[in-house]
């Protein structure tokens, strides 16, 4: 389904502005293993991406950006301190972040911002030191129904970006009024996961990747619309 952004086009020196307001949220969505040539604003061919190529057309679209490393722990150490992994040390298994780091949570808790952070990767766990700065910093269960209908061990059973998606609407709604930083973190991608309605592209490893981004897209539309709802966005 096409998405049209009935917001007024804005300029460069928009941009500029935005420093002088104090009425801003930051919502920072990562996706975990998502590959740029897979999405239709930057060229693929399929339509696994409509909700973030909306994004793409309306806002600013980076045309060439490296991961700092292929493992998470190291290139999330990046991405949060700015510093390449030779600097950072995040080298290891064992290693973490130093509470002597600076990472953008900190800044924006200190400026008075409600600070919250929803992950599923265990590589940026509060061992690690990522959750510095982050008044709410949490992995998230799936709802009680499914671990009531789970057979087994439900304690095994791993949430999904789904719940990473609630968790993050019950933030807005409970701090809608203040001003925030979100940071999600989503996994589905890379773990190949898609739910059986948007398994439209068939069913080999390649194909099986494209479903699991059309799923993922879709939820991040959920939260797009919760914003939209909410008069945030």
Known sequence: QEVVDTRPLGTLDDIF?????DDLN???ILI????ADRLGSYGHDR???PRID?????????NRHLSQSSWTKCSMASMWTGLYPNRSRILLSRHGLPEAAVLPAEIFQDAGYRTTGIFRHGWVARNFGFSQGFELYMMPRPPREIV?????DPARLAASDGDVIRAATGFLRAHEMEQWFMYVHLLDIHQYTSDEASAIFGTSYSDIYDNAI???DSLIGHLLDELDVRGLR
Do not use: P
């Open 148 to 152: 009531r209908q789970a057979s087994g």
């Open 32 to 35: 975990d293993t998502l590959r």
């Open 47 to 49: 339509n696994t991406s």
């Open 26 to 28: 930051v919502l920072f």
């Open 54 to 62: 909306a994004l793409a057309e309306s806002g600013v679209r980076f």
């Open 214 to 216: 059309l799923t993922t």
């Open 17 to 21: 502005a935005l420093q002088e307001r």
